[in-house]
């Protein structure tokens, strides 16, 4: 036997306690070694008999009889020695290699390892097991030390119970909102860490949870996995405040930067004409051509508070807009009267006889003729029709809007609320179409086409 790397182990020595020749050593049966002796000498007994009964009869001196029966006979017990050994040997180095591979010593090789010879084979095998089982080791070692340094790194709790609901496994973001070490969460049970109440749940909730480090809105995933054939936990703890509060910073910006485009794009005008008005005013009684030109003004006012108005009433409409309320729908009757609100000829309606969907038709409608009053307002005059079609597609009803216009142009912020590209748009369209699909668990989009210029709006309900 030989050993590969730097280790030291005990090299060709007899395997004490190995198990397997523990089983051998049963009683009232010999070891396998003596067996083999026995049988080494049972197997060359008959020759030595018949050479000693040979020189008995040999009319030689006693003297030379007796040396030669002595040389015989050890011969004999030399030779069956030798076998038994030679196959003994072989098996306890092949026996040390196995129990040194069985401790996770994997550095141990068999010596003379032969093809073509029996044992050669056997040794060859045991080698090329050793090879593998090291090389299979040295590739779990470094994936657990990934593993380690992964879970060193990242910001989300990750812990592992065991069938006891003790921590098996802590990494340092679950010992930081835990206000522990990492090595001090091992071995307690989850009721003691103040965790029991998060074991049970499904596979993955959003909720609040006061933990001794913080206190938020938590996402909580929860898996099942084995080892070794034992059951575990896994619990993974990410933090959402943080990703809240900033999606709610970024949507404050966005809405304060639209309103305040909004309020300045009519306060501005109406500022301008009350300073008109008021040294108009001040400079006397008015002339006939006066007062019509402050009618105008006062009726320019007028407008633009109304539109003001308005602009807050759609927003309040986008943040109220009602549960759908289901019912059974006409697809090709509900598609013929959004049809209907646009100008004759614009739109042309495809859909299947007989195609019903359950929805909220009013709803429904609302969405399908902002979609269409977008392609129509986008295709210029003289240009084809906005097609306005519906098909059943695996168990939904895909509505779809083509025009011929010049596209999206910027596809990041079409559903942002209240952005808009057209002059005096109010930006909540496409929202308020979000909106009613995703009300019915369904989804729209908005993408250029791809066969010839124009867009191509996509909504989906379930059927």
């Given at each position: 036997?030989?050993r590969?790397?730097?280790?030291?182990?005990?090299?060709?020595?007899?395997?004490?306690?190995?198990?397997?020749?523990?089983?051998?050593?049963?009683?009232?049966?010999?070891?396998?070694?003596?067996?083999?002796?026995?049988?080494?000498?049972?197997?060359?007994?008959?020759?030595v008999?018949?050479?000693?009964?040979?020189?008995?009869?040999?009319?030689?001196?006693a003297?030379?009889?007796?040396?030669?029966?002595?040389?015989?006979?050890?011969?004999?017990?030399?030779?069956?020695?030798?076998?038994?050994?030679?196959?003994?040997?072989?098996?306890?180095?092949?026996?040390?290699?196995?129990?040194?591979?069985?401790?996770?010593?994997?550095?141990?090789?068999?010596?003379?390892?032969?093809?073509?010879?029996?044992l050669?084979?056997?040794?060859?095998?045991?080698?090329?097991?050793?090879?593998?089982?090291?090389?299979?080791?040295?590739?779990?070692?470094?994936?657990?030390?990934?593993?380690?340094?992964?879970?060193?790194?990242?910001?989300?709790?990750?812990?592992?119970?065991?069938?006891?609901?003790?921590?098996?496994?802590a990494?340092?973001a679950?010992?930081?909102?835990?206000?522990?070490?990492?090595?001090?969460?091992?071995?307690?049970?989850?009721?003691?860490?103040?965790?029991?109440?998060?074991?049970?749940?499904?596979?993955?909730?959003?909720?609040?949870?006061e933990?001794?480090?913080?206190?938020?809105?938590w996402?909580?995933?929860?898996?099942?996995?084995?080892?070794?054939?034992?059951?575990?936990?896994?619990?993974?703890?990410?933090?959402?405040?943080?990703?809240?509060?900033?999606?709610?910073?970024?949507?404050?910006?966005?809405?304060?930067?639209?309103?305040?485009?909004?309020?300045?794009?009519?306060?501005?005008?109406?500022?301008?004409?009350?300073?008109?008005?008021?040294?108009?005013?001040?400079?006397?009684?008015?002339?006939?051509?006066?007062r019509?030109?402050?009618?105008?003004?006062?009726?320019?006012?007028?407008?633009?508070?109304?539109?003001?108005?308005?602009?807050?009433?759609?927003?309040?409409?986008?943040?109220r807009?009602?549960?759908?309320?289901?019912?059974?729908?006409?697809?090709?009757?509900?598609?013929?009267?959004?049809?209907?609100?646009?100008?004759?000829?614009?739109?042309?309606?495809?859909?299947?006889?007989?195609?019903?969907?359950?929805?909220?038709?009013?709803?429904l409608?609302?969405?399908?003729?902002n979609?269409?009053?977008?392609?129509v307002?986008?295709?210029?005059?003289?240009?084809?029709?906005?097609?306005l079609?519906?098909?059943p597609?695996?168990?939904?009803?895909?509505?779809?809007?083509?025009?011929?216009?010049?596209?999206?142009?910027?596809?990041?912020?079409?559903?942002?609320p209240?952005?808009?590209?057209?002059?005096?748009?109010?930006?909540?369209?496409?929202?308020?179409?979000?909106?009613?699909?995703?009300?019915?668990?369904?989804?729209?989009?908005?993408?250029?086409?791809?066969?010839?210029?124009?867009?191509?709006?996509?909504?989906?309900?379930?059927?």
């Open positions: 036997m030989r590969e790397g730097a280790q030291n182990p005990r090299m060709d020595a007899p395997a004490q306690g190995h198990p397997a020749r523990a089983r051998a050593a049963a009683p009232r049966r010999l070891p396998f070694q003596r067996r083999v002796l026995l049988l080494a000498l049972g197997g060359g007994l008959p020759a008999a018949f050479v000693i009964v040979v020189l008995a009869r040999l009319d030689w001196p003297s030379m009889r007796l040396a030669l029966a002595l040389v015989v006979t050890g011969c004999w017990i030399g030779c069956a020695i030798a076998l038994s050994r030679a196959i003994v040997e072989p098996l306890r180095s092949l026996a040390n290699l196995l129990e040194s591979l069985a401790a996770g010593d994997f550095s141990v090789r068999g010596r003379h390892p032969r093809r073509g010879d029996a050669g084979d056997v040794v060859i095998e045991a080698n090329r097991l050793a090879t593998t089982l090291r090389g299979q080791r040295f590739a779990a070692l470094e994936a657990t030390a990934l593993l380690d340094k992964v879970l060193a790194e990242i910001e989300v709790a990750v812990l592992a119970f065991d069938g006891e609901d003790r921590i098996r496994i990494n340092p679950a010992g930081t909102l835990l206000r522990r070490r990492p090595e001090a969460l091992l071995g307690l049970h989850a009721g003691e860490a103040g965790l029991a109440a998060l074991l049970a749940g499904p596979a993955c909730s959003n909720e609040l949870h933990f001794p480090a913080r206190a938020g809105r996402q909580v995933q929860r898996t099942v996995f084995r080892e070794g054939g034992e059951p575990f936990r896994l619990l993974v703890v990410t933090d959402l405040s943080e990703a809240l509060r900033e999606e709610e910073r970024r949507a404050w910006r966005r809405l304060i930067r639209v309103i305040w485009h909004e309020l300045n794009n009519s306060l501005a005008p109406i500022k301008s004409v009350i300073e008109t008005a008021r040294d108009a005013l001040a400079g006397g009684p008015l002339e006939a051509e006066e019509q030109d402050l009618a105008q003004a006062l009726s320019l006012m007028a407008d633009r508070s109304e539109a003001l108005r308005r602009f807050l009433s759609r927003y309040s409409e986008l943040a807009l009602p549960a759908p309320r289901l019912a059974d729908c006409d697809v090709p009757a509900l598609l013929e009267r959004v049809a209907a609100v646009q100008p004759s000829g614009r739109v042309c309606v495809e859909a299947p006889p007989g195609l019903e969907l359950r929805a909220d038709p009013d709803q409608e609302q969405a399908l003729i979609l269409v009053r977008n392609a307002e986008a295709t210029p005059e003289g240009g084809p029709p906005v097609v079609s519906a098909a597609a695996s168990g939904q009803v895909v509505f779809e809007v083509l025009d011929a216009g010049s596209g999206v142009a910027n596809p990041d912020n079409l559903f942002v209240f952005f808009t590209t057209k002059p005096g748009g109010s930006g909540i369209g496409l929202v308020l179409a979000r909106q009613v699909a995703e009300g019915h668990g369904g989804t729209v989009s908005l993408a250029n086409r791809g066969d010839r210029p124009g867009c191509r709006a996509r909504l989906v309900i379930p059927g």
